[in-house]
């Protein structure tokens, strides 16, 4: 008798993730056929790894036979394909490196570094991608220049640890130390001139205050007091802030006019 026909069908749980959904119409299916299935059907089109449910709860156990509903002859199982770096279906958890053996470490394909030397190799590359990237926001002349350099040095760090050469907690010790790289945004002009717009406010507060309290002694009749409390107030103060303000206006008209 020739063996039972495998079907395999694509698609989604209640959840919307994608599912491979392999049929039997008679027999029940193994793991060695169904291995064998996933490798070579389809020139080799369903080949990845997957994650494989078996359901075992009460509610799948046999009654008593009376009510029970006929045996269907066929199988059915439904696979959720796992990609590497990506995470979970099944637990949303982000799935860990499948390129070496997790007893030995050793490459599973047989060529390349063991584990252990392609972390140490990934260590010593994402090193020099900082200190390029460090030495590259030092020397850069923009505020985005920078920025570009700082996000693509985190990008790397995102990568490793997508390709499972670095794990979670590295990386987030990574994105701490090179935080300290971030660069600071130059203050704009529009700041600089709401800066100098309060200083302004905060100084001639001030001046009334005095006025104010020279008066009352003057009323009080200590005119040598008020006098004297009158001279601590220094004119050029306000008026280099005037002088600078005025600056600053002058400066932007002159850029419209280039622009």
């Not at 205050?209 to 020279?214: D, G, I, L, R």
């Not at 040598?224 to 005025?246: H, K, P, R």
Request: include cysteine.
């Amino acid at each position: 008798m020739a063996a039972a026909k495998i079907e395999a069908m694509w698609d989604y749980d209640m959840h919307d993730n994608s599912i491979l959904v392999l049929e039997k119409k008679r027999g029940k299916l193994s793991l060695n056929e169904v291995g064998d299935f996933l490798r070579y059907e389809k020139r080799g089109g369903f080949q990845g790894n997957y994650v494989l449910i078996i359901r075992a709860t009460e509610a799948t156990c046999g009654g008593s036979g009376w009510m029970d509903e006929v045996e269907k002859k066929g199988d059915q199982w439904v696979l959720y394909q796992v990609e590497q770096g990506e995470p979970c279906p099944v637990c949303s958890h982000m799935t860990p490196s499948i390129q070496w053996c997790e007893s030995c470490g050793e490459p599973l394909n047989g060529e390349g570094p063991t584990k252990e030397q392609a972390f140490e190799n990934t260590e010593k590359l994402l090193a020099t991608m900082r200190r390029e990237a460090t030495e590259m926001i030092r020397a850069g002349s923009t505020y985005e220049g920078k920025m570009a350099w700082y996000h693509s040095h985190l990008g790397s760090l995102d990568f490793a640890r997508q390709m499972g050469l670095i794990t979670e907690e590295r990386r987030q010790q990574l994105y701490k130390e090179f935080g300290k790289n971030r660069p600071e945004k130059a203050p704009q002009k529009i700041d600089r001139k709401i800066e100098l717009i309060k200083r302004m406010q905060a100084e001639m507060d001030h001046r009334a205050e005095v006025e104010e309290k020279a008066v009352q002694l003057i009323t009080e009749g200590k005119h040598g007091e008020a006098v004297a409390l009158l001279n601590t107030l220094d004119d050029s103060v306000i008026a280099g802030m005037q002088e600078e303000f005025e600056e600053m206006e002058a400066g932007e008209e002159h850029g419209k006019s280039r622009e």
